[in-house]
C-alpha cells in the first residue's frame, strides 16, 4: 500500500500551488496540453491509502469529494451546480438479513430447500427494510419489451404483485435472423438492470434472474459477493425498484421449475422464439425479508470551464468519470481497495484536463463531472442524468473516462459506442490528428457499453461513450500487452494501487485525446445526432 509521508504530502501540497498558479497560464494563443505532472500528483493523493478506497458511504469517499471540490476552486473553474461544486445525490445503503428473513421458495405447496448465498440471493430494490411476501413467480423468458427488436415478452398479461423468473442476456441470433437483438454482441435489453427496471415497469412485485456463467459473462461467485453479506447501495430518490431482487443458480433453477412440473430446457428454448408468452409456474415466494437499510447522501462534483460564443456558450460539452470505488473491506490484512486505475485514474485526468480547458476555452461550455457511487450501478451519473445541472437538451455530448492506460502510449484509441452517433466521425478526425487511429471494433459480448457512466447520458438521448486505451503500444508491444493483460488480476482487489514507476504517457495521451475531441464537438456548428434508428436515438431531453 503507498502510505502518506511528509515528501509525499509536501509535493501534493506543491501540486497544489501550482494548479491554482499554472506557470504558462498567461498565454492563451496555443491549444492546451495535458501535463503529466499533476496528473501524476492527483492520481497518487486520490489513491493513497488516507482516502481509503473513496468507499461509498464510507470517509474515504467524502475525503475525495471534498478534494475534488477545493482543486476545482484552486483552478478557477466555475460551480456547476448555482454556487455550489457538489451536486446531492441521495443513496439507501442496504444490507439483506438473511438470518432474520422466512423467505422461501415453494412449489405445488412444498418448500423446496434453499440456502441464501449458495443457491439463491435476494434484497429488497425500493429501500424498504421489511416485507411480507406471498407472491406467484412467473417464467418470463428473457423478460424484455423492445419496440425496436419487435420483441414482447409479455404479451399484455396481467402481472401486478407477481414475482418474474427471468434469464440474463438477450434472445440468440439465428440463421434466419443472424443480427437480432445485435447478434452475438449484448444489448442493454440483456443486462440484469434492464430486467430490474422491466419487471418494476410491469408492475411486478419482484423479479429473480437465472444465472449461468456463458449468459452472464461471470461465475456464480460474482453474485455471491455482490449479494451475500455486504452493503449494496440504490438510488432513495425517484423510481425505486421492485419489492424484492434477486438471482438464483441454474441448478435451483432446474429444482424449482421441475418441482412446478415444468422443464426448463423445454421453456428456454420456447423463451427464443418472439411468440413466447409468459408461462406461469406451480410456485410462490412466500415469508418475510428483513434488510438493515441506511440512507446516505453522497455528492456529484461540478466544474464548469464557460464558453466563449454568445450563443453556443449555452451548450455544454460534459466530461466525466467516477471517482469512487470499494472502500475499506474486510477485518484482517490490506482491507483497502485503493482504486488507482479504477478510477483514480479517471479523476485524475479530469483535473488535469480542466486545468488545460480553462486556460484556453471553447466556444460551447465544458463541464467536468466526478460522479459519485458508479461501483454500485451508476448510481452517481443516473442521478445526474434524472436531474440535470445543464438541460440535457443543450448537452452537445459525454466522454467519460473510466481505467486510463498506465503501461504506456499506443498507436491506436478505443471509441467503442462512438459509431452510434455523429461522434464516431469526430472521434477519428482527433485520432488522425494525434497520429493515431480508431481501435478496431470488438464484439461487445460483456455489454461493456452498458456497465460504464456514459450510459446514464446515452439512456436520455445524449450521444456518450467512454474512451478507453488501445492495445497496439509503442514500446515493448509485447511486454506491453502482458502488462496490461495482468492487471485483471488486480481489478476489483486490494492491490489496485498506484505504482510511482508507472510509465504515465498512454495516460496522459488519453486525456489529450478526450479534451480535443470534447474541443472538436465543443467548437462545432451543431449538436451531433445519433445515427438513424440505433435503440437510444430520442430527443435528448426525453426521459
Given at each position: 500500500m503507498h502510505k502518506m509521508t511528509p515528501s509525499f504530502v509536501a509535493s501534493a501540497l506543491a501540486i497544489s500551488l501550482a494548479l491554482a498558479f499554472p506557470a504558462h497560464a498567461a498565454s492563451t494563443a496555443t491549444a492546451p496540453l495535458v501535463q503529466e505532472a499533476p496528473l501524476r500528483a492527483h492520481l497518487a493523493f486520490?489513491?493513497?491509502?488516507?482516502?481509503?478506497?473513496?468507499?461509498?458511504?464510507?470517509?474515504g469517499a467524502d475525503l475525495a469529494a471534498l478534494y475534488l471540490e477545493t482543486q476545482a476552486q484552486a483552478l478557477g473553474l466555475a460551480p456547476g451546480n448555482g454556487n455550489s461544486f457538489r451536486q446531492p445525490v441521495q443513496i439507501a445503503g442496504i444490507k439483506t438479513l438473511p438470518a432474520e428473513s422466512t423467505l422461501k421458495l415453494e412449489a405445488n405447496g412444498q418448500a423446496l430447500p434453499a440456502a441464501f448465498g449458495k443457491d439463491w440471493v435476494f434484497a429488497p430494490g425500493d429501500a424498504t427494510a421489511v416485507h411480507q411476501l406471498n407472491a406467484e413467480l412467473v417464467f418470463v423468458g428473457y423478460g424484455i419489451k423492445a419496440d425496436d427488436e419487435k420483441w414482447d415478452d409479455f404479451k399484455g398479461v396481467d402481472l401486478k404483485g407477481k414475482i418474474l423468473v427471468a434469464m440474463v442476456n438477450d434472445p440468440q441470433p439465428t440463421a434466419e435472423q443472424p443480427?437480432?437483438?445485435?447478434?452475438?454482441?449484448?444489448?442493454?435489453?440483456?443486462?440484469?438492470?434492464?430486467?430490474?427496471?422491466?419487471?418494476?415497469?410491469q408492475g411486478a412485485a419482484g423479479v429473480i434472474l437465472i444465472h449461468t456463467t456463458p449468459t452472464a459473462s461471470y461465475g456464480w461467485s460474482v453474485i455471491q459477493n455482490s449479494w451475500s453479506g455486504v452493503e449494496r447501495f440504490q438510488l432513495a430518490a425517484?423510481?425505486?425498484?421492485t419489492a424484492l431482487q434477486g438471482w438464483m443458480t441454474d441448478d435451483m433453477a432446474r429444482a424449482l421449475f421441475k418441482a412446478a412440473?415444468?422443464?426448463?430446457d423445454t421453456l428456454r428454448a420456447a423463451a427464443e422464439r418472439a411468440d413466447f408468452k409468459p408461462v406461469p409456474l406451480a410456485a410462490k415466494v412466500n415469508g418475510e425479508m428483513k434488510a438493515a437499510v441506511r440512507k446516505v447522501e453522497q455528492f456529484n462534483i461540478a466544474a464548469v470551464v464557460p464558453g466563449t460564443d454568445p450563443k453556443l456558450k449555452d451548450e455544454v460539452v460534459i466530461y466525466s468519470a467516477h471517482y469512487d470505488h470499494l472502500g475499506k473491506q474486510g477485518e484482517s490484512g490490506d482491507t483497502i481497495f485503493n482504486g488507482a486505475v479504477d478510477n483514480a485514474s479517471g479523476s485524475a485526468a479530469l483535473l488535469a484536463m480542466a486545468q488545460e480547458a480553462r486556460r484556453a476555452p471553447a466556444k460551447r461550455s465544458q463541464m467536468f463531472l466526478w460522479v459519485a457511487a458508479e461501483e454500485q450501478g451508476l448510481l452517481g451519473s443516473a442521478a445526474y442524468a434524472s436531474s440535470p445541472l445543464w438541460p440535457l437538451a443543450k448537452t452537445a455530448a459525454n466522454l467519460n473516462l473510466d481505467s486510463l492506460n498506465f503501461v504506456g502510449a499506443t498507436r491506436d484509441i478505443g471509441t467503442q459506442g462512438s459509431e452510434r452517433t455523429e461522434l464516431g466521425k469526430m472521434a477519428e478526425t482527433a485520432a488522425k490528428a494525434m497520429g493515431m487511429h480508431i481501435a478496431r471494433a470488438?464484439?461487445?459480448?460483456?455489454?461493456?457499453?452498458?456497465?460504464?457512466d456514459h450510459f446514464s447520458f446515452a439512456k436520455n438521448g445524449v450521444p456518450a461513450f467512454s474512451i478507453d486505451s488501445g492495445n497496439e503500444y509503442i514500446k515493448d508491444p509485447a511486454g506491453s500487452k502482458e502488462k496490461a493483460k495482468a492487471y485483471g488480476k488486480r481489478y476489483h482487489q486490494a492491490s489496485d494501487e498506484y505504482d510511482a514507476s508507472w510509465d504515465l504517457s498512454g495516460m496522459v495521451q488519453t486525456a489529450?485525446?478526450?479534451?480535443?475531441?470534447?474541443?472538436?464537438?465543443?467548437?462545432?456548428?451543431?449538436?451531433?445526432?445519433?445515427?438513424?434508428?440505433?435503440?437510444?436515438?430520442?430527443?435528448r431531453n426525453a426521459k
Open positions: 486520490l489513491s493513497n491509502d488516507l482516502l481509503e478506497g473513496r468507499g461509498t458511504g464510507q470517509r443480427n437480432r437483438f445485435n447478434g452475438k454482441g449484448l444489448t442493454y435489453y440483456g443486462r440484469w438492470t434492464y430486467k430490474f427496471e422491466e419487471a418494476q415497469r425517484g423510481t425505486l425498484g412440473g415444468q422443464d426448463l470488438e464484439p461487445d459480448l460483456a455489454g461493456g457499453y452498458f456497465r460504464s489529450q485525446y478526450t479534451l480535443n475531441l470534447g474541443r472538436i464537438i465543443a467548437n462545432s456548428p451543431k449538436l451531433p445526432e445519433w445515427k438513424a434508428g440505433d435503440a437510444f436515438a430520442k430527443p
